[in-house]
Every structure is written in C-alpha cells, then in structure tokens.
C-alpha cells in the first residue's frame, strides 16, 4: 500500500530554499493558525531565535530546556552529496528555527510530505540548530584535509578514559538541537536523518531533558542528577571578554574558515546514582566543595561567593579539599582557562546488565582551543578530582564548530569546498 | 571517602511522615526560597494537584507534559518489606506532588540526604504520582492472591503481539510520575528506587518526552511521530458519563477494594519511522483516516467532526477505508467501547542492530475492564490496523491502578494487607 519512494534530495532542497525565500509571510501565517492555549505556551509564543548570523546560534544563546543531539557518520564517498546534504540541512534548519515545516507544501499527496510534521503548531520554541565537524571529517575522503585545524587535534587517551564506548564516540558530523519543547528539538534530528539518507546514517544520538548550566546572567543554575548546581562559575555569554578571550576562534586560528567558530567537547557521563545516593552528605558537599542548598563553596554563604581556595578550617585542613571538584576545576587551577558549558541532564533507562539507573550529565563545551583548554582542564580532573568515584566518562567527541551562515544559500563549510 | 550506610527504611518512612505533618508551612517556605526566572517558569509557580483523595491523581488530571514511568519487581519474599515500601512511597509522593523534598532535613551530614536533591527548587510542576499492581502482584508470594480482581487477568497473546520484548513487559508494581518539568517527574522514579532498595527494582522504565493525548477539553491535541493529531476523540475526564462508564471502577467489581480505582494497560509501540517517512501523504492519511494538517477525517473538515465511516467516493469505496485506524478504533467499530489514553511520545536513541531510530508511543490508557475494552479493541486493530505497516509493540503491560490514598499514613493496597 505504500510508494516507497525516496524524495530527491535536490528537490527537497529547491523546495525548502523557496520557502525560505517565502520568509516572514510563512512565519506570520504559522502564528495566526497556531492553537490558542496547549503547552507549553510560553515556548509557542516566543519569537525564534535568528538562525543566521556571524556566529551559529546555539552557544551564546541563553541555554534551552532541552536537548536532542546525534553524531552522524558520512556513508557517501563523493564531496558533492555532502555539500547537497549540508545545503539541505541548512535550509531546513532556516526553516525550523522559525517554527516552519521543513518544506512549504505538502499539498503534492502522492509524494511522501515533505516535513514529517510532529513539531507543526509548537512555534519556534527557541529552537537552535548548531552544526560541527569531527576530526575525520577532514581525512582522505572528500580532500579536505588540509583544511583540518591544528586545534582539531584528535583527543588524546585522559585518565579515566577507560569506560568510554567507541559506539557512543566520534562521528563525522555532529548535530545539536536545543529548545524549550523536546519535540521541537527531536524533530530536526529525525528530520536531518531523513534528508541524509544515502549520504550519512546517525552514529550515536543523545536527548538530554534537562539543562543543568546557565549560559546567561538571567538564567538561575539549575542542578544536577547529583542535586547539586551545575556551572555556577560558567562563562556567561554577556561578557564579551571572556568569550572572545574562551569561546571564539580569533585570529589565532591557522585555519582562516574557522574564525568566529568554536570547539565542541562532547562527554557523556554517567553518574554512579546509587553509588553518590548511599554518601553521606558531608561527603556530598566535599566533593563538590559545594554546599548542596545553597549551593555556596564551603567557604561562603552565597552561591556566586568566590571560592576561598586557600581557607583552612581549624584542623589545619583546607575547607574546600584538594581534590573538591571546584578546586580542581577553577580557572585558578588550570592557568585561567576557562569553558564555556551547556550541559544536559540524561537518562537512558536502566542498565540490562546491572539493573542499575543509566543516567547523568550529557557534558557539551565551547572552547577557543581543546588543547589548551577541556585537555588540560580534564587531565586535572581526571585525575585528582574526587567525583571520580560517582561517574564514568562513556561518551567522547569533538568538532570543530564553523561560523554562522550568512543568509539563504550558504551552508556549513560551503567555503571548505569552493 | 563514602560511608555506605543505607539508610533505615523505617526512619526515612518516618522522616517522611513527619515532613508531610509539617505540610503547608514547608510549601510556603519553598516557595518563598524559589528562584525568580528561569525555566520552566510556569511549572514552578503551579499550584500542586492534590495527592490525597477518592481517586488516585494522574487519570483524569489534565495530561501533563512530560513522563517518566518504571515496572518495578519485587525482590522481597515478606509482605511486610512491601508494606513498608508502598508506605514510604506514599508518603515520598505527598511530599513531592508539592514541591517538597522526600525528607524534611538534611541538616544531618554525616547520613545520606533524605531527598536526592535534583528537582529542588523546581516546584510541584503539575505533578502527580500514581501506582499500580500487576497481575504478579497476586502470586503466592504475599498470600494476596484472593484479592486479585478477576479484571486483572493476565492479557492474552493478541495479534501483532510478536515482537513483544520480556524485558519490557510485564512487572509486580507499576509507578507513573507526569509533570510540566521532566526533572521533577524522572526525580520520582529515582527516588521510588532507591526507598524500594532491598525490596524492589526496576523492572523496566520509560521515558515519554512530550504528551500526545489530550485528556481534558482544555488541552489541545498534540501530534505524534508519525506527524497526525492523536487522540481527538479520547474522553475527555470533563465528561462524567464517560468517566464513570469506561473508566472508573464501579460496584461490577469482584473485589471491592478497586471501587474508584482503575486499570491501566502500557504498550511501548515503536514507529518504523524510516519507512513511515518514506510512505505518500495519501496512504498516511488513508491509514489514519484523518487529514495530517487540521485532523479532520477524511469525511469532514474541523478536527472534532464526527467521522462518517459510511460516506462512499465516486469510486463506490468507503472514504474512510476499511482499515483506517480511525474506524478500527472507533467506539461504533468496538460495541460502543472506548478508553482514556494518557500515552506519550518516546525516543531511546538508536537501534545498535538497524542503525534506525528507536522510537514511537509510549501508550498508557485506562479502563474499567480491559476484558471488555483494550482487549477486544487491540484484538481488531492487530488484525486489520493498516497502521500495522508501520508500528510494532515492543512492550506490554497491565496493571489494577487501586483508589486513592485518604491522607498520610494510606498507602496504595493498605487493605489487602489487614
């Protein structure tokens, strides 16, 4: 009973760049026929969040509630069906982050409709959709390697890299959908699949349902699977110092394309929840160097009070212990480096060969450079960092993040293949 | 560095207990200490939905946005270890249906927190917590199996049932956590694990990201993954009649303890989304029967027009076809019978066999007796669904879904026990 026909990409392309040119007319009618009341309102109400730009949106961006995120494999063997994919994807993209369907019509009913539909009436929902390339992105296949940057150095073996699971590593490409509605974000990873077909298979996905770090001053910080505050030192995308000084790639990048860009790690962390749950919370509070209410360092009372790193308590014992997690991860301990995260919090259910909760913290970072920054930060970590004995790093990726697009027509990379 | 003490059921029941006295002052309190901003701002300022009363929350309450749901099975061999577990349980849940934490205080460092500590801070967000008894339950194990109501018959081997997993299915206890924050929902399930440690584990568990039936004529009806409105003609919990006639159980029962209570049937169905993407927009909305933009049927034109199974086309063919889901599922098709579907949409990632998306609806639908209503109605629908094409039950359920508690110290299925 059913046509099995495979759209053409290049249809598919042709129709979504025209709706794009279609533009604010669509967007209007999208609103005027969307349903009054349902939820979540506030995410159908809210203007979208511009899709083009110097920079991709999605890491100044003020962090969304959700996530939905994949690593994407390249099947194709020729350059060109992956700068068709990128284009398609990038006019889709154009059309999502405007709460549009993919496609403009699906009045064609012989054909299979052009946007799958389940995000139709939810609005933009803040919707971002951030594209990178990982490391084998820029190897033999599609001679791009002498574009890769020296800052894409593939991730060195970190202590505590003995868990990690090549099935949840790597890939070619790397999606990150972020919104404020989990349909809103599912639906561009399940539509990019749809227009990948043929040229790249998702490798490994990640739906992360809620943010544990603040991006913004407005944000509050929300906790971790370990009730605990999650980045309450984060960079804060209002200090343009710090992410020009952190975040962007500047002049010093040896890859011109890349400037205005940024590094993505990638790091899925379990967290040993039955393990933390049994802990005393004096032992809680030690390895965060937190209190776990107010999220205050030991050494304060407030939670942006700054961490008296060097208070001793009358044991002659530093308040906040050598191996605390704020101490091992403080700008102060790492050269003054710092990242900029925008992490999730996951569970996958249970874990067959243990009955155990298969949950934690789906860690993303923006950074300058990788080996100046996550690298050193997390060999610290890695090895001295008392939250060790609660999570295991099973998942580990890096991309190379490119500028924004400028406008209808530009993709991903489009200079890379010129 | 851990101390691993677990802590003494009986004290956290008491902690718990003791909390729950403590009652609306705490509730004003972690109101008073919220946050201002940040997100999900409309789940936080929320008024709690009561936990206590004739009926359990969580079946006629307006649908809440997000799930998170587990089967639990019973490690314990003593009907006491279950009567404190389902007691401390209960007393968890009073507290945390209002924004509460599991305990009162943590002010004892030196234990383990009473409360996990992640949802703190985000409110009472809608949520409700409802708990069921699977057929199991009633084995020789507890000496409860003359309670067992004759409702509760083990479902039969239904057609399609062939790709039904064991280790999705089935259960002794059945916990059901829906809220506007997915935090605060997964913030039960994890939390019912570790107060069931010793007696109970999970089974099985799901995550639903976003609602796909509306239950109250408040709610508008969102889609599902295949992109079409689901649910248009669920009953509305508005709707006395149809409460009291197909949900609630009523004096027909053989065991009067389920008076007010009701059964609830899960069933994990996953989308062929690859293939269902790549069907025409006319097969999938002859397979519904519904237009895929307004949710009209095929016969009409607003989404609560009555379907007119009898209308014929110009070809002499129904205009609905014969094996639409629409019709199959129709009351007139199931001798006037319906059921209330509480289902959400679900995605775990990628299937590691297929490299396809593993994902679809988590269906969750009560009734007043599933031999009369979800068997004969799937019966049909397995049969001759034109859906089947594209949909495999991967998981199946049942459960007695008891009354109410009436205040602390209740608990779900106390009278079994006396």
Same mark, same amino acid.
């Given at each position: =009973? ?83 994919? +990128? ?56 001679? +791009? ?72 001053? $407005? ?38 394309? =890349? ?22 919370? $004096? ?56 990242? +900029? ?23 993303? /970072? ?30 580990? /990726? ?21």
């Amino acid at each position: =009973m059913s046509s099995k026909s495979v759209p053409s990409r290049r249809n598919l392309l042709g129709a979504a760049l025209g709706a794009a040119a279609a533009g604010a007319a669509g967007y209007a009618v999208a609103h005027e026929t969307g349903h009054a009341g349902g939820s979540p309102a506030a995410a159908r109400t809210q203007e979208p969040v511009p899709f083009y730009g110097a920079r991709q949106a999605g890491i100044a961006t003020p962090a969304q509630d959700r996530l939905a995120f994949a690593a994407f494999d390249i099947t194709a063997t020729d350059a060109e069906s992956v700068q068709v994919m +990128l284009g398609t994807w990038a006019a889709a993209a154009a059309q999502m982050t405007r709460g549009l369907p993919v496609g403009a019509d699906d009045r064609n009913t012989q054909s299979p409709p052009v946007d799958t539909g389940e995000a139709e009436g939810l609005g933009p929902a803040r919707l971002t959709v951030t594209v990178g390339f990982g490391p084998t992105f820029f190897d033999e296949r599609f001679g +791009l390697s002498h574009h890769r940057p020296a800052a894409l150095a593939d991730l060195p073996t970190l202590p505590g890299d003995g868990s990690l699971q090549p099935e949840r590593s790597g890939g070619d490409l790397c999606v990150q959908a972020c919104a404020d509605d989990p349909t809103v974000a599912f639906h561009v990873i399940r539509n990019f699949a749809r227009l990948a077909r043929g040229t790249a298979v998702i490798r490994w996905s990640q739906l992360g349902f809620g943010r544990t770090s603040s991006t913004s001053q $407005a944000q509050q910080t929300e906790r971790n699977l370990m009730g605990f505050k999650d980045g309450t030192r984060n960079i804060k995308s209002e200090s343009g110092t710090d992410m020009a000084d952190y975040v962007w790639v500047g002049k010093e990048t040896d890859q011109s394309w =890349m400037r205005d860009g940024s590094y993505l790690v990638a790091r899925r962390i379990r967290m040993l929840i039955e393990s933390w749950d049994t802990d005393s919370l $004096a032992d809680q509070q030690n390895v965060f160097g937190r209190f776990r209410t107010s999220g205050a360092p030991l050494t304060g009372h407030g939670e942006f009070d700054t961490p008296d790193l060097n208070a001793k308590g009358r044991d002659g014992q530093p308040v906040i212990p050598a191996g605390a997690h704020i101490r091992l991860a403080s700008p102060s301990s790492n050269n003054g480096q710092k990242i +900029l995260r925008r992490g999730y919090s996951y569970t996958d259910g249970i874990d067959a060969t243990t009955g155990l909760l298969d949950a934690g913290l789906f860690f993303l /970072a923006y950074q300058k450079d990788p080996r100046k920054q996550f690298v050193p930060i997390q060999t610290r970590l890695g090895r001295q960092d008392n939250l060790n004995e609660y999570i295991r790093h099973t998942g580990s /990726a890096l991309f190379a993040v490119p500028p924004g697009l400028k406008g209808a027509g530009d993709w991903w990379g489009k200079s890379l293949f010129a």
